[in-house]
T-cell receptor, first 117, second 110 residues
């Protein structure tokens, strides 16, 4: 089954304790992206990756890191989480970014709800 | 800057039509999208429209685009309780990323 998986789905942690949220897709997609969703703010892009070893900042990259060593995986790293990073995080992937709607439909993972105390 | 605006809530009765409105700022957007988020789930692409189209119909869904006013709408005919969800309008920004509105929560009352 074609899908984007994220782990963990729920996480409660404390300020300053490094954590990684994994994202994996089995569709051989080139483009992957991380978003955070906050009430009243909608979805905001954190980082994205056009392909292996190519990553770029989105709208709200501060406090986050990513890596893209393999095509299928795009982990999100919080080196020193803070309470303002409490949010719902979504990973998404698409075949490639071409600007053609049918080709670059983004598939979303189920989300990771992170609470930082 | 680039921005997408939509109303936050809409409540309708089962069987009625729902119309969710959206305005966007980037007139160069080639595609505009509607995504649906059901409770506890990720976003799912519902439909999209190419910027040179005025209307697109897909079963119960009708998308209207007024490019002059930068206004996009999604009409759901015969709304069902299963349509209750958050609906996001999105445009593609100049950097190639998707810019989402804040989402409209549609509540369908029986």
């Amino acid at each position: 089954e074609a899908q984007v998986t994220q782990n963990p789905r729920y996480l409660i942690t404390v300020t300053g304790k490094k954590l990684t949220v994994t994202c994996s897709q089995n569709m051989n997609h080139e483009y992957m992206s991380w978003y955070r969703q906050d009430p009243g703010l909608g979805l905001r892009q954190i980082y994205y990756s056009m392909n292996v070893e190519v990553t770029d900042k989105g709208d709200v990259p501060e406090g986050y890191k990513v890596s893209r060593k393999e095509k299928r995986n795009f982990p999100l790293i919080l080196e020193s989480p803070s309470p303002n990073q409490t949010s719902l995080y979504f990973c998404a992937s698409s075949l490639f970014y071409s600007g053609v709607a049918g080709e670059d439909e983004q598939f979303f993972g189920p989300g990771t709800r992170l609470t930082v105390l | 800057g680039e921005d997408v605006e939509q109303s936050l809530f809409l409540s309708v009765r089962e069987g009625d039509s729902s119309v969710i409105n959206c305005t966007y700022t980037d007139s160069s957007s080639t595609y505009l999208y509607w995504y649906k988020q059901e409770p506890g789930a990720g976003l799912q692409l519902l439909t999209y429209i190419f910027s040179n189209m005025d209307m697109k119909q897909d079963q119960r869904l009708t998308v209207l685009l007024n490019k002059k006013d930068k206004h996009l709408s999604l009409r759901i005919a015969d709304t069902q309780t299963g349509d209750s969800a958050i609906y996001f309008c999105a445009e593609r920004g100049s950097q190639g990323n998707l810019i989402f509105g804040k989402g409209t929560k549609l509540s369908v009352k029986p």
